[in-house]
Nanobody
Framework: QVQLVESGGGLVQAGGSLRLSCAASGSIFSINAMGWYRQAPGKEREFVVAISRSGSITNYVDSVKGRFTISRDNAKNTVYLQMNSLKPEDTAVYYC???????????????????WGQGTQVTVSS
C-alpha cells in the first residue's frame, strides 16, 4: 500500500501562486507515474498533470500549460505542483495520485492512479 499526503493549499488572489506538495510513504518502490487531479464543486474530478518516475516526461491538461509546473524529488518521495498565474476557475480540491503502471500504460488507460491522497483545497478569489 501507498499513502499520499497533500499539503500547500489555501486561499490566494487571482494572479497569485501556490505550491502543492504530495509526500508518499509505504510501498513507494512500486510507484511509477505520479500526478494531480482536481475537482471543483459540482463537477467531476479532472486530470491536471502527471510526471514519469524519472521526472523526464510530463503531461499537462491544456488549461494549465504555461502556468503550472510539476516536479518530483524521488529522494524525498515527494511530488510538487507549482501553480502560477492562478485563476478563479482553478478553484478546486486538488488530489495527488500515484500509479504502479508503466508510463505508457498509465497514459493509455486514463491516467488514473492506483492510490489517492485526501485532497487539499485551493481557492482563488477574483
Amino acid at each position: 500500500q501507498v499513502q499520499l499526503v497533500e499539503s500547500g493549499g489555501g486561499l490566494v488572489q487571482a494572479g497569485g501562486s501556490l505550491r502543492l506538495s504530495c509526500a508518499a510513504s509505504g510501498s513507494i518502490f512500486s510507484i511509477n507515474a505520479m500526478g494531480w487531479y482536481r475537482q471543483a464543486p459540482g463537477k467531476e474530478r479532472e486530470f491536471v498533470v502527471a510526471i514519469s518516475r524519472s521526472g523526464s516526461i510530463t503531461n499537462y491538461v491544456d488549461s494549465v500549460k504555461g502556468r503550472f509546473t510539476i516536479s518530483r524529488d524521488n529522494a524525498k518521495n515527494t511530488v510538487y505542483l507549482q501553480m502560477n498565474s492562478l485563476k478563479p476557475e482553478d478553484t478546486a480540491v486538488y488530489y495527488c495520485t500515484a500509479s504502479s503502471k508503466s508510463w505508457t500504460t498509465f497514459l493509455t488507460t486514463g491516467q488514473r492512479g492506483d492510490y489517492w491522497g485526501q485532497g487539499t483545497q485551493v481557492t482563488v478569489s477574483s
